[in-house]
Each structure stands twice: as structure tokens, then as C-alpha cells.
């Protein structure tokens, strides 16, 4: 997929691909653009199913509104409690209080940013219905353990894929992609995401029940949520290309993580698992404090990477909103130390020459 530069010679995103502008162009001649049920809808439909070995797919308009269909589909409602790591993606926790629900927070790993197993392990609460995880910034949940937690309990299983449509796991010589563990999993297209049609997402499962609960929620008859066929021609060429570019930001992450970090006082959030095939939408960093954060945030500007700040963590809301019967200390400190590289710098040829310049320039 080509690649355009910014005035500092950063990747631009979303790609200024041919490719995909001649799918829209074809959509548009095709007269697929105008349809309620498009062709390009189905064929993506079928890209998703095969990618992730599934039988049913809910295209929808967002990530966010693939996790609400996703609570709705395991059947969250009024009164239940379902559980999120006090470190997450905002909308995942919103989603759980449109369904007047109650969400139980527990804390993120150790030096991590994803779900605590033994964290949710310590959980007794009757009223739980589902957990919901997240992987983040190329860091992959440990979902085997989710899983055997969430089956000794009668919980169901909701995964949060939105930032790794690439990622999964290696079992011998096959390929296991994340989403394919849980009852079902969610998918975003966002105008940032590594496969983007500026807004959008799905949501995967084989659990026919819940695909039931979905369709009957979406379908009023049409389609209340649905991607349009122009976004399908976006989204369609893309997927040839997805680990293709993976690997580009996985080598671009793997030199950069050789870099001097510690004399600037920054340390690499990274998973040393080998089984894995991961996915970077965000490279996660952390420094010492707020105050080093942003320092770290203004200095890099000076080479033209925007950094962004993470999420803040849930362990500060009201009781009124969340249940907090755990410990919670691992999330309330990565909030304050997390700073985020975007997936495109990690596209740059060079990014980790001229990232080691400021590092050296810096210790």
C-alpha cells in the first residue's frame, strides 16, 4: 500500500491508496453505492468470516455501537453486572450503563494495559453476566485464562478486538486471530484504525443466539446501524494489505524497543510472549509522572511525533456508577504514566534512526 508523507515526513492516515480509490470509484459507476443490500456489504461480510473463522457477521457504524450490540447479544440488561478493567476504552464502560447495567471494575496487569486474570479471579459477585476485555496498544489479553475463569462461572465472554484486527495467536503451524476465544468480539473501522473507512465496525461470534439477539435488535426492518456500501469499497482493499503493514509496525517496534529508553527515563510497555502475532495500533510507553509526560509529549513534537495521553482510569468514579471491590492501584498508576505513539510513525521507514537521534540527544 503507498505510503504519503506529512511536511515532517511522518505517514499520513488514512493511506492514499489507488486501490481503494478505484473501489469507491467502481462502487460509484456500479451503482452498489445507492443499495440498501449491496453486493460490496456481503462480500465484506465474507472477508470477516473467513478471517475469522466465523458464521455470523454485524456490520455497524462503529466500533462503540459493535460492543453495545455485543452486550445486547449475550443479553445484558437492567440489574446485571458486567465486568471491565478500570483501565479501558471509556465507550465499553457507557455502553454497559446505556443498558442499565453496572460495571465491576478490576485491575489491569502488572506493568501491563490489559485485564487482570487474578484480578478477576478474586470476583464473587452473583450478579455478573459478562466480562468485557479489551486489547490494547499491541498487547494482547491472556484470554486463555479469561476463558477458563469466565467457564468456571457461567460468565459470557465479550472481546474487545477494535485496535487488533491482525493480531492472535500461534498454535503450532496454524494461526488462531483474536476474537475466536470468546463468545463474541468487535471490530472497529475508525477514521485512525488500521483498517479504516472513517467510521464503522462489526461484531463476530459463532453462538447463534447471540447473532439472534443482535439481528433482532439492528433490523427495524432495515438496517438501523449498518455500514454504507461506499465504506464496504473502502474497507474491501484493505484487507489484503493488513499483514503486510503488521509486519511493517511489528519490525518498526522491535527497533525501537532497542533504543536507550532507559536514559531518558521512558520504559517500552511490551509483551514477551512468543506464541503471539500481535497488532500495533498505538505503541504505549510509560514515563515517571504526569509532569514527565508532558515534557516527553512537548519534546517529541519537535520531530513531529504527536503523542496523545491514554484513557484515564475508572478507579476515581463514584460508587454510584461502578462497583470497586478490588484493588485497583496497577490501573490508577498507568493512568498517569502512559503515552502513546500512533501506528502511523511505526510505518516509517526510518522512525527508529530518527527516534534514536532524540533519545541520544536527550540522555
Given at each position: 500500500?503507498?505510503?504519503?508523507?506529512?511536511?515532517?515526513?511522518?505517514?499520513?492516515?488514512?493511506p492514499?491508496?489507488?486501490?481503494?480509490e478505484?473501489?469507491?470509484?467502481?462502487?460509484?459507476?456500479?451503482?452498489?453505492?445507492?443499495?440498501?443490500?449491496?453486493?460490496?456489504?456481503?462480500?465484506?461480510?465474507?472477508i470477516?468470516?473467513?478471517?475469522?473463522?466465523?458464521?455470523?457477521?454485524?456490520?455497524?457504524?462503529?466500533?462503540?455501537?459493535?460492543?453495545?450490540?455485543?452486550?445486547?447479544g449475550?443479553?445484558?440488561?437492567?440489574?446485571?453486572?458486567?465486568?471491565?478493567?478500570?483501565y479501558d476504552?471509556?465507550?465499553n464502560?457507557?455502553?454497559?450503563?446505556?443498558?442499565?447495567?453496572?460495571?465491576?471494575?478490576?485491575?489491569?496487569?502488572?506493568n501491563?494495559?490489559?485485564i487482570?486474570?487474578?484480578?478477576?479471579?478474586?470476583?464473587?459477585?452473583?450478579?455478573?453476566?459478562?466480562?468485557?476485555f479489551?486489547?490494547?496498544?499491541?498487547?494482547?489479553?491472556?484470554?486463555?485464562?479469561?476463558?477458563?475463569?469466565?467457564?468456571?462461572?457461567g460468565?459470557m465472554m465479550?472481546?474487545d478486538?477494535?485496535?487488533?484486527?491482525?493480531?492472535?495467536?500461534?498454535?503450532?503451524?496454524?494461526?488462531?486471530?483474536v476474537?475466536t476465544?470468546?463468545?463474541?468480539?468487535?471490530?472497529?473501522?475508525?477514521?485512525?484504525?488500521?483498517?479504516?473507512?472513517?467510521?464503522?465496525?462489526?461484531?463476530v461470534t459463532?453462538d447463534?443466539r447471540?447473532?439472534?439477539?443482535?439481528?433482532s435488535?439492528?433490523?427495524?426492518?432495515?438496517?438501523?446501524?449498518?455500514?454504507?456500501?461506499?465504506?464496504?469499497?473502502?474497507?474491501?482493499?484493505?484487507?489484503?494489505?493488513?499483514?503486510t503493514?503488521?509486519?511493517?509496525?511489528?519490525?518498526?517496534?522491535r527497533?525501537?524497543?532497542?533504543?536507550?529508553?532507559?536514559?531518558i527515563?521512558?520504559?517500552?510497555?511490551?509483551?514477551?510472549?512468543t506464541?503471539?502475532?500481535?497488532?500495533?495500533?498505538?505503541?504505549?510507553?510509560?514515563?515517571?509522572?504526569?509532569?514527565?509526560?508532558?515534557?516527553?509529549?512537548?519534546?517529541?513534537?519537535?520531530?513531529?511525533?504527536?503523542?496523545?495521553?491514554?484513557?484515564r482510569?475508572s478507579?476515581?468514579?463514584?460508587?454510584?456508577?461502578?462497583?470497586?471491590?478490588?484493588?485497583?492501584?496497577?490501573?490508577?498508576?498507568?493512568?498517569?504514566?502512559?503515552?502513546?505513539?500512533?501506528?502511523?510513525?511505526?510505518?516509517?521507514?526510518?522512525?527508529?534512526?530518527?527516534v534514536?537521534?532524540?533519545?541520544?540527544?536527550?540522555?
Amino acid at each position: 500500500m503507498p505510503i504519503t508523507a506529512d511536511p515532517s515526513r511522518w505517514p499520513v492516515w488514512p493511506p492514499c491508496d489507488p486501490a481503494i480509490e478505484r473501489s469507491i470509484q467502481e462502487a460509484w459507476r456500479s451503482g452498489q453505492w445507492g443499495r440498501y443490500h449491496s453486493d460490496l456489504a456481503a462480500e465484506l461480510t465474507r472477508i470477516i468470516q473467513d478471517r475469522y473463522d466465523v458464521s455470523h457477521v454485524r456490520l455497524c457504524c462503529s466500533g462503540t455501537m459493535a460492543v453495545e450490540s455485543a452486550l445486547r447479544g449475550v443479553g445484558v440488561g437492567r440489574g446485571d453486572e458486567v465486568v471491565v478493567a478500570a483501565y479501558d476504552y471509556p465507550g465499553n464502560l457507557r455502553c454497559i450503563e446505556l443498558l442499565e447495567a453496572t460495571p465491576v471494575l478490576v485491575d489491569v496487569e502488572c506493568n501491563g494495559v490489559t485485564i487482570c486474570p487474578a484480578s478477576l479471579r478474586q470476583l464473587d459477585r452473583p450478579g455478573i453476566k459478562a466480562v468485557l476485555f479489551s486489547h490494547l496498544y499491541g498487547q494482547l489479553a491472556d484470554v486463555q485464562s479469561l476463558r477458563q475463569i469466565c467457564q468456571d462461572r457461567g460468565w459470557m465472554m465479550i472481546e474487545d478486538a477494535c485496535q487488533v484486527p491482525g493480531a492472535g495467536w500461534i498454535e503450532g503451524d496454524a494461526f488462531r486471530p483474536v476474537g475466536t476465544y470468546s463468545d463474541v468480539a468487535t471490530l472497529s473501522f475508525g477514521g485512525s484504525k488500521p483498517l479504516t473507512c472513517g467510521s464503522g465496525g462489526a461484531v463476530v461470534t459463532r453462538d447463534d443466539r447471540i447473532a439472534a439477539r443482535i439481528r433482532s435488535y439492528a433490523e427495524r426492518p432495515s438496517d438501523t446501524f449498518g455500514l454504507s456500501p461506499l465504506q464496504c469499497a473502502a474497507l474491501i482493499p484493505q484487507w489484503p494489505t493488513l499483514a503486510t503493514m503488521d509486519d511493517h509496525r511489528r519490525e518498526s517496534v522491535r527497533r525501537l524497543i532497542q533504543l536507550d529508553w532507559q536514559s531518558i527515563g521512558v520504559r517500552i510497555v511490551q509483551q514477551n510472549w512468543t506464541d503471539l502475532r500481535t497488532s500495533y495500533y498505538k505503541l504505549a510507553m510509560a514515563v515517571s509522572d504526569p509532569i514527565q509526560r508532558a515534557d516527553l509529549r512537548h519534546q517529541m513534537s519537535a520531530i513531529g511525533i504527536t503523542l496523545g495521553e491514554g484513557y484515564r482510569s475508572s478507579h476515581r468514579m463514584s460508587q454510584r456508577r461502578v462497583h470497586k471491590p478490588l484493588s485497583l492501584a496497577n490501573a490508577a498508576t498507568l493512568a498517569d504514566q502512559i503515552v502513546l505513539m500512533d501506528h502511523r510513525y511505526l510505518l516509517a521507514e526510518e522512525v527508529a534512526e530518527r527516534v534514536g537521534q532524540f533519545v541520544r540527544g536527550h540522555s
